[in-house]
C-alpha cells in the first residue's frame, strides 16, 4: 500500500528559527504537491512541482518559504526565518501527470503540524 | 477563475441515516476535473472519488454515491447507512484541463458528525 510520507509529524519551534519539512513522494509519482491548511484559509497551494522542476510556487511568501526536490524521492519546504503566523498543518502530495493526459489525482501525506512560538 | 462552495458548515446525523454533502462550482472551461477528499480526525486527506467533466453518470461505492449535475455545476456525495466511522472533514475539490499548474481549488468543508 504506497503512500506519501511526511516528516516530521509535529514540530514547536521559537520564532526566528528555520524549519525543514520532508516529504517522500510514492514511488513512480512525477508530480510534488505542497498545501497549507489554516482554519482561516483552508488549503492553499504553496508549490508545485513536475518531474522534479517547480512549475509554481506563486503561493509561496517568497521571502522566507523556499521549496526544492533535491532527487525524486525527496521534496522540501524551508522556512526561514519562522514566524508565528506560519502555524498551520502542512501537507506534501504526490501523484503521476502524463503529457497528455488528465490532471494527475493527488495522493496526500498525514501532514507537518507546525506550531511557532 | 475556478470557485468550489461546500455550503454546509457542519451537519450532524444519527448512525444509519442517510446524509448529502453539497458541493457547487464555478468555472470557465469545458474540461474539468471534480475530487472529494476526506479527512478523518486523524488528519490526513483521504482520495475518494475523481470525475471528469464528460463523464454525468452517478457513481455508486458500497455506501457512498456522487451525483453530478452539470446543468446545476454540483457534485454531491451522499453516505447511505452513514457509520460513526464516517465522521470526518469532507472536502470537494476542482482542477481545470488549462494551464501548467493542474492545482485542485478545494472548497471549505462540510464537517460530518455520525452519532451512535
Known amino acids: 500500500d504506497a503512500r506519501v510520507t511526511q516528516t516530521p509529524r509535529h514540530k514547536v519551534t521559537e520564532m526566528g528559527q528555520e524549519v525543514t519539512m520532508r516529504c517522500q513522494p510514492i514511488?513512480?509519482?512525477?508530480?510534488v504537491f505542497w498545501y497549507r491548511q489554516t482554519m482561516m484559509q483552508g488549503l492553499e497551494l504553496l508549490a508545485y512541482f513536475r518531474n522534479r522542476a517547480p512549475l509554481d510556487d506563486s503561493g509561496m511568501p517568497k521571502d522566507r518559504f523556499s521549496a526544492e526536490m533535491p532527487d525524486a524521492t525527496l521534496a522540501t519546504l524551508k522556512i526561514q526565518p519562522s514566524e508565528p503566523r506560519d502555524s498551520a498543518v502542512y501537507f506534501c502530495?504526490?501523484?503521476?501527470?502524463?503529457?497528455?493526459?488528465?490532471?494527475?489525482?493527488?495522493?496526500f501525506g498525514p501532514g507537518t503540524r507546525l506550531t511557532v512560538l | 477563475a475556478q470557485k468550489v462552495t461546500q455550503a454546509q458548515t457542519e451537519i450532524s446525523v444519527v448512525e444509519k441515516e442517510d446524509v448529502t454533502l453539497d458541493c457547487v462550482y464555478e468555472?470557465?472551461?469545458?474540461?474539468?476535473?471534480l475530487f472529494w477528499y476526506k479527512q478523518p480526525p486523524s488528519g490526513e486527506l483521504v482520495f475518494l472519488i475523481r470525475r471528469n467533466s464528460f463523464d454525468e453518470q452517478n457513481e455508486i461505492s458500497g455506501r457512498y454515491s456522487w451525483n453530478f449535475q452539470k446543468s446545476t455545476s454540483s457534485f454531491n456525495f451522499t453516505i447511505t447507512a452513514s457509520q460513526v466511522v464516517d465522521s470526518a472533514v469532507y472536502f470537494c475539490a476542482l482542477s481545470e484541463a488549462t494551464g501548467s499548474a493542474r492545482q485542485l481549488t478545494f472548497g471549505s468543508g462540510t464537517q460530518l458528525t455520525v452519532l451512535p
Open positions: 468555472t470557465r472551461d469545458t474540461t474539468y476535473y
Open positions: 502530495a504526490s501523484g503521476l501527470k502524463r503529457d497528455s493526459g488528465p490532471p494527475d489525482t493527488q495522493y
Open positions: 514511488l513512480g509519482h512525477n508530480t
